[in-house]
């Protein structure tokens, strides 16, 4: 079983950033490829990241691609998302999860956060 914590959303200004934290709990952490995920007001959830369990490749969508960076810290059971650049249409709750593989679609992830809120004011 794997648990997982999101923090570090809030509110900020277009063009702005911030970072986004991902707590694992257990011991399997560094089994698991990781994404991050978000889901806007009357849309569907979408990918925005992946990274493999070894963080040696990583995946990113067409929209945030060259202003998001995810990293992980396996010896501290973490997972990151920096955002650069934000934009209004940002704005959703982003959620990060937990796949036996690497993988873009979020039926292939097993286990989920709770959110955290991101609003980018324009």
């Known amino acids: 079983q794997v648990q997982l914590v999101e923090s570090g959303g809030g509110m900020v200004e277009a063009g702005g950033s911030l970072r986004l934290s991902c707590a694992s709990s257990g011991r399997t952490f560094s089994t698991y490829a990781m994404g991050w995920f978000r889901q806007a007001p009357g849309k569907e959830r979408e990918f925005v990241s992946a990274?493999?369990?070894?963080?040696?490749?990583?995946k990113y969508a067409d929209s945030v691609k060259g202003r998001f960076t995810i990293s992980r810290d396996n010896a501290k059971n973490m997972v990151y998302l920096q955002m650069n650049r934000l934009k209004p249409e940002d704005t959703a709750v982003y959620y990060c999860a937990a796949a036996l593989g690497y993988s873009y679609s979020s039926g292939s992830y097993s286990y989920w956060g709770q959110g955290t809120q991101v609003t980018v004011s324009s």
């Open positions: 990274i493999t369990r070894t963080g040696g490749t990583t």
